[in-house]
T-cell receptor, first 116, second 115 residues
Framework: DVKVTQSSRYLVKRTGEKVFLECVQD?????MFWYRQDPGLGLRLIYF???????EKGDIPEGYSVSREKKERFSLILESASTNQTSMYLC???????????????FGPGTRLTVL | GDSVTQMEGPVTLSEEAFLTINCTYT??????LFWYVQYPGEGLQLLLK?????DKGSNKGFEATYRKETTSFHLEKGSVQVSDSAVYFC??????????????FGKGTLLTVNP
């Protein structure tokens, strides 16, 4: 089974702190994603990466950055956390390729971040 | 741009009731369509998918048919159980090739099934 793990299930930080959210997948997937999930807004894409050291902005990148130094690990960084970044953060990975078996995105359990 | 619109919840049903959650989309070409489910305290997991017009995806008693003419992918189940209580997300993946594996999600529909 594909496993996507996230470093913390719950995290509480203070305004202005630098926050690191870590995601690791064990299936050698090329593509990795960070979303935030908010009630009434669904999932919104923050950043994604289709290869090591490659990254692209999603729909809401402001206030975030990412790092992908190794294929299995994709980190989301909040340079200076703010209260409006309190949310559920979901990481996902997706294999590259054509065909039905490449048509599924696999999600981690999520990190609920509270910024006080 | 691409978009997915799904019926707003919450939806509350009694056990064994019939379920429909509507989903319509806007996209160019022939996107792949998905339903993901999120059980309480967990991440999303794929429930079913369809990759071309008139395809029917099915899993765990749930079904959805890709209707190109109405740009819809409605989720149905004939008899829901308490264990089906979750948030359901409709999503699409653009048909273009290359490295585009991004999904566009609807806002989610919370389903609660009472015994």
């Amino acid at each position: 089974d594909v496993k996507v793990t996230q470093s913390s299930r719950y995290l509480v930080k203070r305004t202005g702190e630098k926050v690191f959210l870590e995601c690791v997948q064990d299936m050698d997937h090329e593509n990795m994603f960070w979303y935030r999930q908010d009630p009434g807004l669904g999932l919104r894409l923050i950043y994604f990466s289709y290869d090591v050291k490659m990254k692209e902005k999603g729909d809401i990148p402001e206030g975030y950055s990412v790092s992908r130094e190794k294929k299995e690990r994709f980190s989301l960084i909040l340079e200076s956390a703010s209260t409006n970044q309190t949310s559920m953060y979901l990481c996902a990975s997706h294999p590259s390729g054509i065909g039905s078996s490449y048509n599924e995105q696999f999600f981690g359990p999520g990190t609920r971040l509270t910024v006080l | 741009g691409d978009s997915v619109t799904q019926m707003e919840g919450p939806v509350t049903l009694s056990e064994e009731a019939f379920l429909t959650i509507n989903c319509t989309y806007t996209a160019t070409g022939y996107p792949s369509l998905f339903w993901y489910v999120q059980y309480p305290g967990e991440g999303l997991q794929l429930l079913l998918k369809a990759t071309k017009a008139d395809d029917k995806g099915s899993n765990k008693g749930f079904e959805a048919t890709y209707r190109k003419e109405t740009t819809s992918f409605h989720l149905e189940k004939g008899s829901v159980q308490v264990s089906d209580s979750a948030v359901y997300f409709c999503a699409l993946r653009r048909a273009s090739g290359g490295s585009n594996y991004k999904l566009t999600f609807g806002k989610g529909t919370l389903l609660t099934v009472n015994p």
